[in-house]
């Protein structure tokens, strides 16, 4: 990381760039306002990353290890119990999609040359693949029926997100009760299926 007079500026740069981006989203960005939150030149953001691709990517890196800690966190609480990690790492993810909805824009993706993909590359949602990765191995389900429920948990974290973020829920609704309620009804209709149940 680059000090500049006992600072860390870089860290500086990209908390501002986050916090300017969860609240203007991509579109509204502005490297010219993050250098003035920081109190230095409006080249600065760009000038310490080599330009935008270069901050958007140390922004993916600084989000990555934000939500690795909280996936290594319930990892270590949960055990070898797979599936209560795999809820509740999906829950997190959900909860750090709607706190970071740019994560959601193209865009985002585009910039680091990752598409919306790019986010499947990071440790914390790898981590939390695994987790159901594991559950599935440990219960002898074939491959093709976990890519078919990975996928119903996929469309699950993007769609509350999006129905979070966009404020299209019902009146009286409650997101996370409705997220719970959808990841359990996901797991039963898996054990279900597989005779597990």
């Not at 990752?114 to 002898?140: L, P």
């Not at 039963?188 to 149940?197: H, I, K, P, S, V």
């Amino acid at each position: 990381m680059i000090k500049e007079t006992g600072r860390n500026l870089e860290e500086e740069l990209i908390r501002e760039a986050v916090r300017q981006m969860r609240k203007n989203g991509v579109d509204g960005f502005s490297a010219r306002a993050v250098a003035e939150a920081c109190g230095v030149s409006c080249a600065a953001p760009f000038k310490h990353f080599n330009g935008r691709r270069g901050l958007f990517l140390a922004i993916s890196r600084y989000l990555d290890l934000e939500l690795s800690e909280t996936m290594e966190a319930i990892e270590k609480q949960a055990g070898t119990d797979y599936k209560k990690a795999h809820l509740e790492m999906n829950t997190a993810y959900i909860r750090y999609l709607c706190e970071n909805p740019f994560l959601i824009s193209e865009y985002f993706w585009r910039t680091i040359n990752e598409g919306q993909a790019g986010i499947r590359k990071w440790k914390s949602f790898r981590k939390m693949a695994a987790q159901f990765s594991a559950y599935c191995r440990e219960k002898n389900i074939p491959d093709e029926v976990y890519k078919s429920y990975y996928f119903n948990f996929q469309t699950l974290a993007y769609g509350a997100a999006f129905v979070t973020v966009n404020s299209l829920l019902l009146e009286g609704s409650d997101v996370w009760t409705g997220v719970k309620d959808l990841q359990e009804r996901i797991y039963r209709n898996l054990e279900q299926t597989m005779g597990l149940a």
